[in-house]
């Protein structure tokens, strides 16, 4: 490992002084700047990011086979912040080549259900993935097309889940999310990225299942006892404020962060943006049942608090305010935001109404029309909606309890 430059311990979300440990139960996480997306920034930053913990050949060894796991929603274009940047999956890409591994690029969005491979192919293309790899020759992956059944026995509430068959034949993951916001879960970042290793509509399924952000956290925290990426690089160049992870807005955080270890990733990245990292659910219960430990991190190369966003803007829902489950279904629906249709951008494709998990949605008259006593509130409509033709209106009462 290189020399460490700035260290700095996270406790509680809040960095504190400068420290210096050799324990290697520590989980390390490197910070580095990245002014913008030009390749030779990018390039740069991601072979310091990774240089800080270990470098790429600590991860890959010649021969690997490597799943880049990116971040690709409904594939929109790098600008809006949505898909994890091109230029970071070519400098991830150049990284394992590097080392003799051979890289392959691929998602299960939700946005494709499991067997169109021309809409994923599509949003790969307006996502300006599928220029990288055929630039690279690197094979694009449809993670829908192929799934098995993984038992988790492990897991608190989840014993099983309908992974790619991808995922589970890859010899390392890499997993690339973006940071964002989120609605039901407030931050997005290493440990939600490696949902989409469950298959097209398999993850509608689980939104059933688990419909308040403590039970589709603990689902998540389940779901990394049985998924654990070898690496986790993050793309926040340019992150996602407000209503993440699809329809908020671009935001310059100039960070390229990476590990091993997703949950003090995320504890480290949250911190950036001024969120407690014990206010995210999965990287508090992650914490709790020892699949991550943010209460000691050591933080190679920047320092966090030279990086703090302070104004950095949360999602208008107000469901991770209520994580206690029994106060959250008696107070939903007069509490939480609820997804409303923009008449004037939807595209009528129907894609909101055929992956809502509670069939909250239907098809009256030319539009989509939300049965909002149906609704869990999980998001996944206006998270998928190609148009962004999707809000989120939190009631009065729960605006005044904000
Ligand atoms: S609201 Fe969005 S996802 Fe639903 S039909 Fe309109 S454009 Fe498509
Ligand atoms: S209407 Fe939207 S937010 Fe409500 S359950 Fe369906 S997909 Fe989820």
């Known amino acids: ?48 990011a990774l240089g800080l913990i270990g470098g790429i050949g600590s991860y890959v060894k010649s021969g690997d086979r490597v ?29 394992v080549k590097a080392a003799g591994g051979i890289p392959k690029v691929g ?52 014993k099983s889940f309908v992974l790619s068959k991808h995922v589970l034949q890859a010899d390392v993951l890499i997993s690339l999310p973006k940071l964002k916001t989120h609605g039901l879960t407030l931050f997005t970042g290493g440990v939600k990225n490696i949902f989409g290793c469950v298959t097209g509509l398999n993850k509608a399924k689980m939104h059933l299942r688990a419909q308040d952000p403590e039970t589709f956290s603990q689902m998540l925290v389940d779901l990394l006892g049985l998924v654990r990426p070898e690496l986790t690089v993050m793309d926040a160049v340019v992150g996602m404020e407000g209503n993440g992870p699809s329809n908020g807005t671009p935001r310059q955080i100039k960070a390229i962060l990476a590990s091993k270890d997703p949950v003090a990733l995320d504890a480290v ?35 966090p608090v030279d990086m703090e966003i302070k104004d950095f803007q949360l999602p208008a829902g107000t469901a991770s305010f209520f994580r206690a489950r029994g106060l959250m279904r008696i107070l939903h ?58 809000e989120l ?10």
């Open 1 to 48: 490992m290189e020399d460490r430059q700035d260290q700095s311990s996270i406790s509680s979300g809040v960095v504190s002084s400068a420290y210096h440990c050799e324990d290697s139960d520590i989980s390390t996480v490197s910070l580095v700047k990245c002014q913008d997306y030009e390749s030779s920034n990018s390039e740069a930053a991601i072979e310091k």
């Open 67 to 95: 799943l880049l796991k990116i971040n690709l929603l409904t594939g929109d274009v790098p600008e809006k912040a949505v898909t994890t940047h091109p230029a970071i999956v070519r400098a991830v890409i150049h990284q």
């Open 107 to 158: 998602d299960c969005s939700g946005y494709e259900g499991a067997s169109n491979s021309k809409r994923y192919f599509a949003a790969c293309r307006s996502a300006g993935i599928m220029q990288v790899c055929e630039e690279e020759k690197v094979e694009i992956l449809h993670l829908s097309a192929q799934s098995i059944e993984a038992k988790n026995p492990g897991g608190r509430i989840f």
């Open 269 to 303: 990245a949250c911190t950036i943006v001024g969120i407690d990292p014990f206010m995210v659910p999965s990287t508090r219960l992650a914490h709790e049942q020892g699949l991550g430990d943010i209460s000691r991190i050591n933080v190679m190369g920047e320092n």
């Open 333 to 390: 629906s007069m509490l939480v935001a609820k997804p409303v249709l923009v008449k004037e951008r939807c595209k009528k494709c129907w894609i909101c109404m055929e992956h809502c998990p509670s069939a909250a949605i239907s098809e009256k008259g030319a539009y989509p029309s939300f049965d909002h006593k149906k609704c869990i509130r999980c998001y996944c409509c206006q998270e998928l909606c190609p148009g962004n033709a999707i």
């Open 393 to 402: 209106k939190t009631p009065f009462l729960g605006r005044f309890v904000k």
